[in-house]
């Protein structure tokens, strides 16, 4: 049963399905009937499918055989009527056709005519439409080949204009053509290309000033120079309208402190135009500025000036120093600045100058290695130097923003330090005074000038205090060797004069007055030697050399004369104490050159008070003045005079050694000579030619040197007597030294030198005179009785001296009587020494103890 119920079940699944099929076949189009009879095939019961659709095939067939018996009398109604018709339209067809054929025949001329004509109207339209076209790319194109002909003439500010007028104005209307796109896209090279160019202008601008910076600076500085010219001349000029008497004027002429400032100016001049003399055109910085302005509108080509440098010419002496602006043309400047201002670009133009011109003053500040060398390595660096900082200010005032105050003085900051560097560095290196003069005269000329362009320079004249200590030291250098010539030629004699000419030359030349000499018949001698009035006027040369340096450093005129004052001390204290020194202490300097040298220095002494007054004459400065530095000549003068005198006694000394080496006694004589010894009476003879000369030294000094002389000889007699080498000596022998030192007794009483007073001077024998006294008369008891007491006779009779002569005579006594101990005198004798030597020694313990 349940078998047979889902037998049913599927029939009628099955049967219902067939039936959908078949209604989706009806209804469905053709060419999408795959799909549905795909599901037939696929399913297991096509047969009876197929049966269901012959069974409706069936259907469809008769309702069709229905519909066509219902309407078939009405079809063959319309069969008939249409066969009429079809007879009818034949004919009608043939009445078209001869008509369109007749038509065609009669219109062929007048279609040819109708093509002409509309063949015609549109030439003429096209034609129309051309000229409207050109009449609007024609302007584009002229503007376009003016653009072309502005940038073949390097007429860059004119083409960027046009070019601007092309493409806002021009183009736009005619922006649809092909030619106007390719002009488009050319306009931002062509703008390129005039960046490019003039930004080739601006660098070869550059590398121009750079080359030619220093011919710039020696214009600047030549200008400065002719305005210090023109001070000084007005500073005299007022000085004679202030004091227009007769004395002032000649008083202001003679002024040495004026010739110095002319002669200054004239090395100016001479530092300055080493170069030819250049000129260019007389435009006025006016004008210049004025030219910077109307550039703009300049549309003429690129001419030479574009470098940067205008053509000069040689120039005569009257006429105008051109101004360092005027060399140079800065029109490549303001062109290149308007164009890009024009474009936009203005920031990068300002940022690519500054960034050019500071590698540029890193390039012109480097000094060559060999600047110290020559005042023209010097020269070439400053003008350098101003002739870039003249550029700069031109630019900064003509120009609005390409350079600004702060970039200036940034670039001042560092030249002014890297400057003041190198300069300290090569200044060292100078050894010429002449050469550091010259140098220091070339810094104020910078100083100046750059001053007069709004530069800050006070650290240039703070560095120029330093280089004036070691101007000074370079001229104490030179002096020296100017003292060392003069003292090495002088022949150390007094000035023979013979006749008043000669005689007021060497009064002009040193500051010396005495009656006596004066009222003295020709030919007659000055008391000092050449080198007196030679050394003085060195001394004053030396104080016009650091008056010159002390010029234009803006210094008060108390600085200027401290300044000069602490020289001459250096010079004075320092140079010429060491030169005299040395001469002084040479190996072959006589007594005589020596006598001389104490004379000279005492004239020099009185002199100093006249360098006071000349030092006074030139700055100003009374010497009352406070904190005024006085000259410590007379202290120089007087130490060469005591070294002098030291020499003096040293050298008596060293002679008198030399006679008393060629003492030869013999010590073993038994009777003295008739007379005093050979070498001592030589000597004698040389004290009292020497004391001779010393007539013209001070009284003090002749006398000192005697004395030294006579206590010397004292010392070296008593040294000789007493000398180990000689062991033994007879009675004879210390009588004929007795002879000896009476002849020196002759010679202190004989006044060798005046000013002695009584016996003073055989004083200085006292001791050889009591010690022989004591041994030729044998006073041993009074000796030694007496010794200690303040009025002993033989007060400087020294116990252990006695007692090395006693010894020596004893052992003489010993050695040639040894036969003679047998006599009683003898023996007694022998006795006697022995005792008086065991007193002495019995002294010399008490005196030890």
């Given at each position: ?37 795909r ?12 049966e269901?659709?012959?069974?409706r095939?069936r259907?469809?067939?008769?309702e ?13 109604d319309s ?10 339209a034949q ?13 065609q ?11 002409e004509?509309?063949?015609c ?11 409207d076209?050109?009449t ?14 502005q940038?073949?003439?390097k007429r860059?500010?004119?083409a ?14 005619v922006s649809?053509?092909?030619f ?16 490019e160019?003039?930004m ?10 750079r080359?030619?910076?220093?011919k710039?600076g020696?214009t600047?500085m ?7 010219q ?15 008497n ?6 202001l ?8 400032l002319?002669?200054?100016q004239r090395?100016?001049d ?30 003429s080509p ?7 440098i ?13 101004g360092?602006q005027?060399?140079v ?19 990068t ?31 070439k ?23 600004n105050r702060?970039y200036i ?15 300290r ?9 002449s ?10 000329l910078?100083?100046d000038?750059l001053q007069?362009y709004g ?6 004249f703070?560095?120029l205090?330093?280089i ?42 040193f500051p010396?007055q ?24 060195q001394?004053?040369e030396f ?8 010029e234009?450093?803006?210094l008060?005129?108390?600085e ?6 602490k ?6 204290t ?14 072959n ?6 006598v001389q ?7 020099l ?14 700055t100003n ?39 008393v ?10 009777e ?11 000597l004698i ?5 020497t ?5 013209h030294l ?16 004292s ?30 007794e ?11 007073q009584g016996?003073?001077?055989?004083l200085a024998f ?17 000796y ?5 007491q ?9 116990p ?13 006594s ?6 003679a ?19 002495l020694?019995?002294?010399i ?5």
């Amino acid at each position: 049963m349940e078998r047979g119920k889902m037998a049913e079940l599927e029939s009628l699944e099955t049967a219902a399905e067939h039936e959908r099929i078949l209604r989706e076949i009806e209804s469905t189009d053709t060419a999408c009937i795959g799909p549905t009879l795909r599901s037939v095939y696929d399913g297991e019961e096509h047969g009876r499918f197929m049966e269901k659709l012959e069974a409706r095939i069936r259907n469809h067939d008769r309702e069709i055989e229905k519909m066509c018996n219902f309407h078939y009398q009405g079809f063959v109604d319309s069969i008939t009527e249409l066969l009429k018709v079809r007879g009818e339209a034949q004919k009608l067809k043939n009445q078209v056709t001869d008509t369109n054929r007749k038509l065609q025949n009669e219109g062929k001329e007048l279609i040819i005519a109708m093509e002409e004509l509309k063949q015609c109207r549109l030439q003429q339209r096209n034609i129309s439409a051309t000229v409207d076209k050109l009449t609007l790319c024609l302007p584009v194109l002229e503007m376009y080949s003016k653009l072309r002909d502005q940038m073949k003439s390097k007429r860059h500010y004119p083409a960027l204009k046009t070019l601007e007028h092309l493409e806002h104005t021009y183009l736009p209307q005619v922006s649809h053509y092909r030619f106007c796109k390719i002009m488009v896209d050319n306009i931002p090279k062509l703008r390129e290309e005039i960046k490019e160019v003039s930004m080739s202008d601006l660098k070869d601008f550059l590398e121009s000033i750079r080359k030619h910076s220093d011919k710039i600076g020696e214009t600047a500085m030549k200008q400065d120079c002719r305005y210090n010219q023109w001070k000084i001349i007005a500073k005299i000029f007022f000085s004679l309208l202030l004091s227009p008497n007769d004395k002032a004027i000649t008083l202001l002429v003679n002024n040495p402190r004026h010739h110095v400032l002319a002669q200054q100016q004239r090395n100016l001049d001479n530092i300055v135009s080493q170069h030819p003399r250049i000129s260019g055109g007389k435009k006025s910085k006016k004008e210049v500025c004025a030219n910077s302005d109307l550039e703009v509108k300049n549309t003429s080509p690129m001419s030479e000036q574009d470098s940067g440098i205008l053509d000069v010419e040689d120039e005569d002496e009257d006429e105008e120093v051109p101004g360092a602006q005027d060399l140079v043309d800065f029109s490549p400047v303001y062109r290149c600045l308007h164009i890009y201002s024009v474009l936009g670009a203005r920031e990068t133009f300002e940022n690519y100058y500054r960034k050019q011109r500071r590698k540029q003053a890193r390039l012109v500040l480097q000094p060559p290695s060999n600047m110290h060398e020559t005042l023209d390595g010097y020269r070439k660096y400053f003008n350098q130097i101003v002739g870039f900082f003249v550029v700069e200010d031109h630019i900064l005032h003509t120009t609005q923003g390409l350079v600004n105050r702060a970039y200036i003085d940034e670039l001042w900051e560092m030249a002014l330090s890297k400057t003041i560097a190198a300069l300290r560095t090569h200044s060292s290196y100078c050894s010429d005074p002449s050469l550091v003069l010259d140098l220091k005269n070339l810094i104020v000329l910078f100083a100046d000038t750059l001053q007069g362009y709004g530069f800050p320079v006070n650290q240039l004249f703070d560095m120029l205090l330093e280089i004036r200590d070691q101007y000074s030291e370079t001229l104490l250098k030179k002096w020296s060797g100017v003292f060392r010539n003069i003292l090495d030629s002088d022949n150390y004699s007094p000035i023979p004069v013979t006749n008043e000419e000669i005689y007021k030359k060497i009064v002009g030349q040193f500051p010396f007055q005495d009656a006596e000499l004066e009222k003295q018949p020709f030919p007659k001698k000055f008391p000092f030697s050449e080198f007196v009035p030679k050394v003085y006027n060195q001394i004053k040369e030396f104080i016009y050399a650091c008056l010159k340096f002390s010029e234009d450093l803006h210094l008060s005129s108390t600085e200027v004369d401290d300044m000069i004052r602490k020289s001459t001390n250096l010079l004075l204290t320092r140079t010429l104490s060491n030169c005299l020194q040395n001469v002084i202490k040479r190996k072959n300097v006589g007594l005589t050159e020596l006598v001389q040298i104490i004379i000279n220095t005492t004239h020099l002494e009185k002199s100093c008070k006249f360098l006071e007054e000349f030092i006074t004459n030139i700055t100003n400065v009374l010497p009352e003045t406070v904190h005024t530095t006085k000259l410590y000549g007379t202290t120089t003068f007087k130490d060469a005079r005591h070294a002098a005198e030291e020499e003096i006694y040293t050298n008596l000394n060293q002679k008198i050694d030399q006679f008393v080496q060629l003492a030869d006694y013999d010590w073993m004589a038994v009777e003295p000579g008739s007379k005093a010894s050979d070498y001592l009476v030589d000597l004698i003879g040389f004290l009292r030619s020497t004391f001779a000369v010393f007539t013209h030294l001070p009284g003090k000094v002749a006398q000192t040197a005697c004395m030294s002389a006579c206590k010397h000889l004292s010392t070296s007699l008593m040294q000789l007597l007493l000398e180990a080498e000689v062991r033994q000596l007879t009675l004879g022998a210390l009588q004929q030294f007795n002879l000896d030192v009476e002849e020196c007794e002759q010679f202190a009483r004989s006044g060798p030198v005046p000013g002695f007073q009584g016996d003073t001077l055989q004083l200085a024998f006292i001791d050889l005179r009591q010690l022989l006294d004591l041994f030729i008369q044998w006073d041993w008891s009074t000796y030694l009785a007496d010794y200690g007491q303040p009025t002993c006779k033989y007060l400087r009779v020294n116990p252990t001296t006695a007692l090395v002569l006693l010894e020596k005579m004893r052992d003489t006594s010993r050695k040639n009587n040894v036969f003679a101990q047998f006599r009683k005198n003898e023996r007694d004798k022998q006795k006697l020494i022995d005792t008086v030597a065991k007193q002495l020694r019995s002294l010399i313990n008490s005196h030890h103890s």
